[in-house]
């Protein structure tokens, strides 16, 4: 097979052992090193590493780590690339003191880490919730002989932006511009995603005008991270002025990024914004998948244009899109809110009938549909009928029974999923007991409060 000796013929062979490690052929890429060995191309530290990497991402670091011995018999000592790889598979897989038992069998060996070993341990220990061991192993680069690279920072402001020290990493980030850090877009945007995540917009807004000072140009990720916060925010004018920044930079929202934002403008009840991007969106030529259906069908449910959703779910299917149990949730919540329980029913059987798992949502829709139009037995059958029930469940049901004057059905259902162990609103518990005094029956509200403190505290032990 590999019939020129020397270098090149070792060459050779490591790419194509590298070609069938990418295409996961592992056990083709070991029958070519047998075939090498028989006809004279012997392998070298590079085929092993290649092989140690691909075994640890597609089977097990075990694996990959059972040719370190067999490195050892052909006579070739590993590197820091070598350990690199299996302390980077035992990081992936959340495996600390397999990490710490590497980096202890290095120094042993006498291979030093490199920057990417500090790299990958920092990751590992920042993902398990240990940003102070993490930030030792920085300190440890930052006094000693390793330089750190780019990649240091970002994840050392990463790390500590997960584990909620935003603070430490802005101050850590001013420090370190003044002693010469030169930051990267990305290491902006991973401060601007940790302060939007505490809803801290206003620094975010400032750290995007520094990095647009310094020369960088914000990217899409930028400017959707702010915006989104905005809207978190309820900040709404200042998201919308982001999204016109966006435009006039030119950049071209995916589907994703414009099903979020009509989403969150939707639940602001900010409808004629929504519209506005719906508009934008078909303008842009962004194709609609059943995510942008779904959230398109539940701006025409929320604004009661029921015939529009119709109209918009045919054109879906006529496009080969299968509703999912969410579009008919969508359109079981607008129905509800018209007061159509009819077809609201019949769209609940329809996730049934179509094998789809019982939507929860769908049926706290509809009982609540039913106890609004009076129909509190039908919704108390429906109750009975379900598997899952939550808190949104009782309360619906709860206060309609109230509403009807069943304020005994009531208490007793309320009264079952405490000791069931649900956690009942206290606002619905309140309701019964405020019922119950207000129609004279004051015996009934001390009993109830009674069993329900009872009920509480059985079930807490």
Known sequence: MFRIKGRLSTKLLNITVACLCKDKQLERAEAVILDGIRVGVTSDLVTYNTLITAYCHFVSIDAGYSFIHRMKEAGIKPDVITYNSLIASASRHGLLSRCVDLLEEMLEVGILPDIWTYNTLMNCLFRLGKPDEAYKFFQHIFLGDVHPCPVTFNILFSGLCLNG????????????????????????????????????????????????????????????????CCFRSRRFEEGLQILEEMRREGYIFDSFAYCTIISFLIKAGRMEDAYNCVENMIMNGIEFDLVAYNILLNLYCKEGKLDDAYMLLDEAERRGFDCDKYTHTILIDGLCKAGNMTMAIRHLNCIKLMGFDSSLVAFNCCIDGLCKVGEVDHALR????????????????????????????????????????????????????????????????????????????LNYK
């Open 165 to 228: 020290h935003t603070e430490k990493a802005l101050l850590l980030f001013k420090n370190l511009k003044h002693s010469g850090f030169i930051p990267q877009l990305v290491t902006y945007n991973i401060l601007i995603h940790g302060l939007c995540n505490l809803g801290r917009w206003v620094p975010a807004r400032r750290l995007l005008n520094e990095l647009i000072h310094i020369g960088y140009n914000p990217n899409a990720i930028t400017y959707t991270t702010i915006m989104k």
């Open 382 to 457: 429906l109750f009975n009928s379900m598997d899952k029930k939550d808190c949104f469940t009782y309360s619906s049901l709860v206060n309609g029974l109230c509403k009807a004057k069943r304020f005994h059905v009531a208490a007793n259902l309320l009264l079952s999923g405490i000791r069931s162990g649900m956690k009942i609103l206290e606002s619905d518990a309140r309701a019964v007991i405020d019922c119950l005094q207000h129609y004279g029956f004051m015996h009934e509200a001390r009993e109830l409060c009674s069993k329900i403190q009872l009920a509480q505290i």
